[in-house]
């Protein structure tokens, strides 16, 4: 029995030997690398394209404070983490849009999803301190409002901003390593404000030339408007306004 055994695993050391023999003589294993190779830069690049995903439309399957599922016109169902302030703009309708944020970690592939592009804006900030991970900064976003959250790092308020998961330290490292990012962020956003005011102005202003009116008369009843009222006026409430005046 035991001189059977060996003649055994003698012919299967054998015929392990003519594989290898076999294998190498037709270049199997440098086939196995370069698919092995190609395998990984497939990947690569499919993680980035999964990574550029900047919106999601689709039909609302499930509403949560902490997530919600959006199925897509092709069937495909998403799970994506929301903040509280995301939560409490999200109504009951059919269809919905949220921006989102793409993160990719060892064992899984989480989507947060965002109302609009200023609040994508500060949970890209806030992940870009050290310290701070996805979740921490969705935590934050649900304690703050973007404007608070602002606020605070412009004044250097560590309570305001020592919510969940944040403590002295992280506060301190937040306002250390944000304010000057968020002081060019309002600026941009001032600016931008401006340009659309301005836009709205004239448009306005337009249409009231096509109606008749004088272009100096237009604008200084458009400009006595904006005074008394405000700059965030659409072009119809401008027009209706100016309307009365004139």
Do not use: C
């Given at each position: 029995?035991?001189?059977?055994?060996?003649?055994?695993?003698?012919?299967?050391?054998?015929?392990?030997?003519?594989?290898?023999?076999?294998?190498?003589?037709?270049?199997?294993?440098?086939?196995?690398?370069?698919?092995?190779?190609?395998?990984?830069?497939?990947?690569?690049?499919?993680?980035?394209?999964?990574?550029?995903?900047?919106?999601?439309?689709?039909?609302?399957?499930?509403?949560?404070?902490?997530?919600?599922?959006?199925?897509?016109?092709?069937g495909v169902a998403y799970y994506i983490?929301?903040?509280?302030?995301?939560?409490?703009?999200?109504?009951?309708?059919?269809?919905?849009?949220?921006?989102?944020?793409?993160?990719?970690?060892?064992?899984?592939?989480?989507?947060y999803g965002f109302i609009d592009a200023?609040?994508?804006?500060?949970?890209?900030?806030?992940?870009?301190?050290?310290?701070?991970?996805?979740?921490t900064a969705r935590l934050i976003l649900?304690?703050?409002?973007?404007?608070?959250?602002?606020?605070?790092?412009?004044?250097?308020?560590?309570?305001?901003?020592?919510?969940?998961?944040?403590?002295?330290?992280?506060?301190?490292?937040?306002?250390?390593?944000?304010?000057?990012?968020?002081?060019?962020?309002?600026?941009?956003?001032?600016?931008?404000?401006?340009?659309?005011?301005?836009?709205?102005?004239?448009?306005?202003?337009?249409?009231?030339?096509?109606?008749?009116?004088?272009?100096?008369?237009?604008?200084?009843?458009?400009?006595?408007?904006?005074?008394?009222?405000?700059?965030?006026?659409?072009?119809?409430?401008?027009?209706?306004?100016?309307?009365?005046?004139?």
């Open positions: 029995m035991l001189r059977y055994s060996i003649l055994l695993s003698l012919n299967v050391l054998q015929s392990f030997f003519i594989l290898i023999k076999w294998l190498q003589k037709y270049n199997f294993f440098y086939y196995v690398k370069y698919l092995s190779s190609f395998s990984i830069f497939i990947s690569l690049h499919f993680f980035k394209l999964l990574g550029m995903i900047t919106y999601i439309t689709g039909k609302l399957i499930e509403k949560n404070p902490a997530y919600v599922i959006i199925e897509t016109a092709g983490h929301i903040s509280l302030n995301t939560f409490s703009q999200i109504k009951s309708e059919e269809t919905l849009k949220l921006l989102t944020h793409h993160v990719v970690k060892e064992d899984s592939h989480l989507l200023e609040e994508r804006s500060f949970f890209r900030l806030l992940i870009s301190v050290s310290g701070i991970g996805p979740n649900s304690s703050l409002s973007v404007g608070e959250l602002s606020q605070a790092i412009a004044n250097e308020d560590e309570e305001m901003l020592k919510v969940e998961r944040v403590g002295p330290k992280k506060a301190q490292r937040l306002i250390f390593e944000l304010k000057d990012k968020i002081t060019k962020i309002e600026t941009l956003s001032n600016d931008n404000f401006s340009k659309t005011n301005n836009n709205n102005k004239n448009e306005a202003l337009s249409a009231l030339i096509s109606l008749g009116f004088a272009k100096n008369t237009g604008e200084v009843v458009l400009e006595k408007i904006i005074k008394s009222e405000g700059n965030d006026l659409s072009v119809e409430e401008l027009i209706k306004k100016a309307l009365k005046l004139l």
